[in-house]
C-alpha cells in the first residue's frame, strides 16, 4: 500500500481525451501523475473524430444514458474549454415521412435527457443555413457544437502539467508489473525517442488505451469487453454550413455533418474489425458518405474531397450489431480478476471525457481510501500551447 505521507503515484496508459482529462483530474485530487502514450498527444482515436461537441440530440432516442451524459459535459465543456470550442449549435433535419414521424419520438427524447430543442419551420432553417436541402419538412434546433479534437486534449493535457502532472509521449507500456501478492506495481515501457526500457513504480495503473484497452489489459492477465468499432470521416474542402447538421433518424451511417475550419466533415459508419493498428479505408463507404452529405447538404456534391480516414470507438461489448452499441462508457476495478491497483476506463465519446475521468478519479479514490472529490468541473482549462510550451513537458 502507498506510503500514507507520500502522494500516490498514478500511471497512465493512453494520451487521449481520456487519458489527459484523467491526469488532470488526479493531479488536482493530489495524485503523482505520470501518463504514457506511444505515440503523439490525441494520436489514436481522440485526434480523428468529427470533433461534434454532442447536445445528447443523436441518442436521445436509442440510448437515454448517454443523451443525458451528453448534454450534461456539453454544458460543462462549454465553460470550461471555450478556446477549443465553436458553439453554432445544430439542426436535425428530416427528410422522408419516416424522419418525420421520428421526430416526435425525439421530441419527447429530449425532453427526457433535457436538451433545449426548439422546433423551427423549414423556411427558418433554410434561412439559418441555406445549403442545407430544400426540400427539408421537418427540423429542429439544438444546442450542439464543433471543438477542435488536438486542441481539446492538449487543453486538459497542458493545465495537468501545470499541476504537476508529466506527460511521457512516444512511450509505449510494454509490461505491467506486479508484486508477488498480485497487486500492480508500475510500467515497464519503451521510450521510442532513445530505444530504450524503463520502469515507473506506481501504487495505481489506469488503462485508458480506447480501443487498444482489451491488449492492454491482458498485459496484466485481465480481461476488459472493450469492442473496437470503426467508422470512416470524409472531409470536404469548403464550409459549406455554419452548423452541425444531423439527418432526424434512428443513428445511422453518414447522418452528421460538421463544420470544421474550412471544411465540412461527413460520418460515419460503425462495423466491427480486430486489428485495431490497421483499418482500411473502404471505398464503399466513402462513396455512401458522399451520397448522404449529399442528401442533407446537396452542393457537397460539388466540393472537392479533402481526405478520408478511419478510427475506431472503444465500445463497450455486449451483442447486437456495432450501430446498436451504447454510447456511454464504463470503470473497472480489476481488483475483483486478481489485479488490484489496476483500473480500465473505456466506451463513452469525446464530449463525455471530463466525466469518465472523474467518475474513474473517484473509483480509483476510494479504492486507496483517499477522500478528495473532483475539481474539474469548474477548473477553466489552459491555452493549448501551454502543452508544448511548458518547460515541465518530459521530452
Ligand atoms: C469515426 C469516429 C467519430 C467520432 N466522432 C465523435 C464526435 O464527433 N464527438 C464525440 O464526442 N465523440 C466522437 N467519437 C468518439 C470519440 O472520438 C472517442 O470516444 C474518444 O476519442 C476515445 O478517446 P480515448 O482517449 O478513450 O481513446 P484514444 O484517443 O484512442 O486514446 C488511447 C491512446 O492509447 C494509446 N495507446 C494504446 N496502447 C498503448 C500502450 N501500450 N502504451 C501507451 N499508449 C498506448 C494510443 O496511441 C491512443 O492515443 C468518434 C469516434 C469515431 C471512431
Redesign the pocket.
Known amino acids: 500500500m502507498p506510503n500514507i505521507n507520500a502522494k500516490p503515484r498514478a500511471a497512465i496508459?493512453?494520451?487521449?481525451?481520456?487519458?489527459?482529462a484523467l491526469a488532470l483530474d488526479l493531479q488536482m485530487r493530489g495524485f503523482r501523475v505520470e501518463l504514457?502514450?506511444?505515440?503523439e498527444i490525441?494520436?489514436?482515436?481522440?485526434?480523428?473524430?468529427?470533433?461534434?461537441?454532442?447536445s445528447g440530440g443523436r441518442y436521445c432516442v436509442e440510448d437515454v444514458e448517454a443523451g443525458q451524459e451528453?448534454i450534461q459535459e456539453n454544458r460543462i465543456l462549454r465553460k470550461i474549454a471555450k478556446q477549443c470550442i465553436e458553439f453554432n449549435g445544430g439542426l436535425f433535419i428530416a427528410l422522408t415521412d419516416s424522419d418525420v414521424a421520428y421526430g416526435d419520438k425525439f421530441a419527447k427524447g429530449a425532453v427526457e435527457c433535457d436538451i433545449d430543442v426548439e422546433e423551427i419551420t423549414p423556411a427558418e432553417a433554410l434561412r439559418l443555413e441555406p445549403n442545407i436541402n430544400p426540400a427539408l419538412l421537418r427540423a429542429f434546433q439544438v444546442p450542439d457544437g464543433a471543438f477542435d479534437?488536438l486542441r481539446l486534449a492538449l487543453a486538459f493535457a497542458a493545465t495537468a502539467k501545470r499541476y504537476g502532472a508529466i506527460f511521457h509521449s512516444y512511450?509505449?507500456?510494454?509490461e505491467i508489473l506486479r508484486r508477488s501478492d498480485g497487486r500492480v506495481s508500475g510500467v515497464r515501457?519503451l521510450n521510442r525517442h532513445e530505444n530504450q526500457v524503463h520502469d515507473f513504480d506506481a501504487d495505481v495503473i489506469i488503462n485508458?488505451?480506447?480501443?487498444?484497452a482489451g491488449?492492454?489489459a491482458a498485459l496484466a492477465h485481465v480481461d476488459v469487453p472493450v469492442r473496437p468499432?470503426?467508422?470512416?470521416?470524409v472531409a470536404y474542402d469548403q464550409r459549406l454550413v455554419q452548423r452541425v447538421i444531423n439527418r432526424l433518424c434512428i443513428p445511422d451511417d453518414g447522418d452528421?455533418l460538421?463544420p470544421q475550419r474550412r471544411m465540412v466533415l461527413i460520418?460515419?459508419t460503425s462495423f466491427d474489425h480486430n486489428d485495431v493498428d490497421y483499418i482500411p479505408v473502404y471505398k464503399d463507404q466513402i462513396d455512401l458518405m458522399h451520397e448522404r452529405a449529399a442528401q442533407l447538404v446537396p452542393s457537397v456534391k460539388n466540393a472537392h474531397m479533402r481526405g478520408a480516414w478511419?478510427?475506431?470507438?472503444?465500445l463497450i461489448a455486449s451483442g447486437g450489431d456495432a450501430r446498436s452499441l451504447t454510447r456511454t462508457y464504463k470503470c473497472y476495478d480489476h481488483a475483483g480478476q486478481g489485479a488490484p491497483g489496476l483500473f480500465t476506463?473505456?466506451?463513452?465519446?469525446?464530449?463525455?471525457?471530463r466525466l469518465m475521468a472523474e467518475k474513474t478519479a473517484d473509483l480509483v479514490c476510494a479504492s486507496l481510501g483517499i477522500q478528495q472529490t473532483c475539481q474539474t468541473r469548474d477548473q477553466e482549462l489552459d491555452s493549448y500551447r501551454q502543452y508544448y510550451n511548458d518547460a515541465r513537458s518530459a521530452m
Open positions: 496508459i493512453g494520451g487521449g481525451f481520456t487519458g489527459c504514457y502514450e506511444r505515440g490525441s494520436a489514436g482515436t481522440s485526434g480523428r473524430t468529427h470533433g461534434l461537441l454532442h451528453c479534437p512511450c509505449e507500456v510494454n515501457y485508458a488505451t480506447g480501443a487498444w491488449s492492454t468499432t470503426p467508422g470512416v470521416m452528421i460538421v460520418g460515419t478511419m478510427s475506431a470507438r472503444p476506463i473505456t466506451g463513452g465519446k469525446a464530449t463525455t471525457c
